[in-house]
């Protein structure tokens, strides 16, 4: 059964917008593949099943229809994909994520898009909506939220050729529990003490850490003190395209700001093994430090997702 019954033209026409931006080196036949791919997962998200289950994991108190993935509109035009989400999994901060077929690189389509939204999610209080588009778009009424940040691994495990074995020594833990407790604490004292980040920048769980370990993409730190930090990735890919994803290069209070992030981040991808090409991360706008170390490891910004707030009803 195609996603939300779309015929197949309905559907390959999600790829067009990435197709228009899509960086060079990146091949249009696997991006588009991936488009239509992702259309999947979001069908899948509404499922009687998953509805309930999300419902109940997050506690709200919202009808089963409000938390359904579901087309907003379905045109040879426009067709939209629309659905409810929580920043961070906070009950006071929902939000509708969006995916169209159509691009959203002006004001008249974000105030197109933003009524439409207003209007079916009226019920339910949203704070606003978002979408991912091309990075460096000038939209008044957007905020940019993650910015995906991509590059050449090979170039970035050789960006920053400093050896941190001299005073951290570093391994590679099959089991995410030997890291977790130590790096949660310090991660939410990390939190607690940058309210202004702590929004946007989340703490890995305990699966998503196994994870990285199952696939030799988990690397933790130690000193003479104990856990000094860690660096953890996925493999995911990007536009199509086999990638490490980043999901945490995290140093614990006595670490930071000595300028490491860079050369920790080069030794971790020159010590994994995972025989992709490419590296990659979201990153939040507001997360400075974090960009500045992309972009020492010669990343760039390939995608951008856009906020847009809107009246509370």
């Known amino acids: 059964m195609s996603p939300f019954d779309l015929p197949a ?15 060079a080196g990146f091949g249009a036949k696997d991006a588009a593949r991936a488009e239509i791919d992702d259309i999947g997962s979001l069908a899948a998200l509404a499922s009687p099943d998953v509805v309930a289950a999300r419902i109940g994991r997050l506690e709200v108190n919202v009808s089963t229809w409000d938390m359904t993935e579901r087309l907003l509109e379905a045109s040879d035009d426009s067709t939209i994909v629309s ?31 933003a ?33 995906v940040m991509a590059g050449s691994l090979s170039a970035a495990a050789g960006a920053d050729e400093r050896d941190v074995t001299a005073a951290l020594t570093i391994s590679w833990p099959e089991a995410a529990a030997e890291v977790f407790a130590d790096y949660q604490r310090e991660h939410r004292a990390w939190r607690s003490g940058a309210p202004e980040l702590a929004p946007f920048v989340s703490e890995s769980d305990q699966a998503g850490l196994q994870d990285a370990a199952d696939h030799g993409l988990l690397m933790s730190l130690r000193d003479d003190h104990g856990f000094a930090g860690l660096a953890a990735a996925t493999i995911s890919p990007l536009f199509g395209r ?30 994994q093994r995972s025989g992709a090409d490419t590296v990659w991360g979201h ?18 910004p390939v995608q951008q997702e856009y906020f847009v707030s809107l009246p509370a009803f």
């Open 9 to 23: 033209h309905r559907l390959a026409a999600f790829a067009r917008p990435v197709l228009e931006y899509l960086p």
């Open 83 to 113: 659905g409810l989400r929580y920043l961070n999994l906070d009950p006071a901060f929902p939000f509708v994520a969006v995916k169209t077929t159509a691009r959203v690189n002006n004001v008249d389509a974000v105030n197109a898009l």
């Open 115 to 147: 009524a439409q939204v207003a209007q079916a999610y009226r019920s339910v209080g949203v704070r606003g909506f978002t979408f991912w588009e091309q990075s460096g778009l000038d939209l008044s009424s957007a905020e940019s939220w993650a910015t």
């Open 242 to 271: 086999r990638a490490v994803c980043m999901l945490d290069v995290f140093l614990t209070e006595r670490w930071r700001g000595k300028g490491l992030a860079p050369a920790i981040q080069s030794t971790f991808l020159a010590g």
């Open 283 to 300: 990153i939040h706008a507001k997360n400075t430090p974090s960009l500045r170390t992309a972009q020492k490891m010669g990343r760039c």
